[in-house]
């Protein structure tokens, strides 16, 4: 199993640029979510999906967007690329919700760099 | 505001030496702790998950423990080896709150560094 798989590894964008990153995971999930982490800083969700077919706002969404494309894929998509943007996107999945008893699994992470 | 305090935020110790990282909560209510290892470059890994009548859970040569009363979790390395240089997540649930959120609040982690 590969677990979580997030495309691209590095990217970088030039201000005003779309972009959309990509997971995917092979556990048969149910939830799935994005996170940014920035140095000195906690991990932030920016979206989540419970479930196929639902998606949530979480601490940081503004200037994203999500599809839960299915149960094993859950896109993040930047419109129009701003350098505050730049950091390190990582996908996440777990069998439940965040605050159930269970583990979530994380993919390599995406680092995105916006000039 | 639920946050969760991590302590220290840099820690450097000689191979083979124990060391021990704090994690001081104030999510409320509270569901289940978990530690995560982060090593540089990589996606954070599951250590330990612990709900508040579980005190202490071992996973290798990591111990986590858990005083709910206090609100304090410690994780304790024992004979660290140079694999072990990463950064220790902790991450607190709170029963799922609707209107956007998660449940999961996520500390700064503590940066350990292991010297041959």
Redesign the interface.
């Known amino acids: 199993n590969a677990g979580?798989t997030q495309t691209p590894k590095f990217q970088v964008l030039k201000t005003g640029q779309s972009m959309t990153l990509q997971c995917a995971q092979d556990m048969n999930h149910n939830?799935m979510?994005w996170y940014r982490q920035d140095p000195?800083?906690?991990?932030?969700?920016i979206y989540?999906s419970a479930s196929e077919g639902t998606t949530?706002?979480?601490?940081v969404?503004n200037g994203y967007n999500v599809s839960r494309l299915n149960k094993r894929e859950f896109s993040l998509r930047l419109e129009s690329a701003a350098p505050s943007q730049t950091s390190v996107y990582?996908c996440?999945s777990s069998w439940v919700?965040?605050?159930?008893?269970?583990?979530?699994?994380?993919?390599?992470?995406t680092r995105l760099t916006v000039l | 505001k639920n946050q969760?305090e991590q302590s220290p935020q840099s820690l450097i110790i000689l191979e083979g030496k124990n060391c021990t990282l704090q994690c001081n909560y104030t999510v409320s209510p509270f569901?289940?702790l978990?530690w995560y290892k982060q090593d540089t470059?990589?996606?954070?890994?599951?250590l330990t998950?612990m709900?508040f009548s579980e005190n202490t859970k071992s996973n290798g040569r990591y111990t986590a423990t858990l005083d709910a009363d206090t609100k304090q979790s410690s994780l304790h390395i024992t004979a660290s080896q140079l694999s072990d240089s990463a950064s220790y997540?902790c991450v607190v649930?709170?029963?799922?709150s609707g209107g956007?959120?998660?449940?999961?609040t996520?500390?700064?982690?503590t940066h350990l560094i292991i010297q041959p």
């Open positions: 979580v939830s979510y000195g800083m906690g991990l932030r969700l989540y949530d706002k979480g601490e969404p990582f996440a919700r965040g605050s159930g008893y269970n583990e979530q699994f994380f993919g390599p992470g | 969760v569901s289940n978990r470059g990589r996606g954070p890994v599951s998950i709900t997540i649930s709170a029963p799922y956007g959120a998660d449940g999961l996520f500390g700064k982690g």
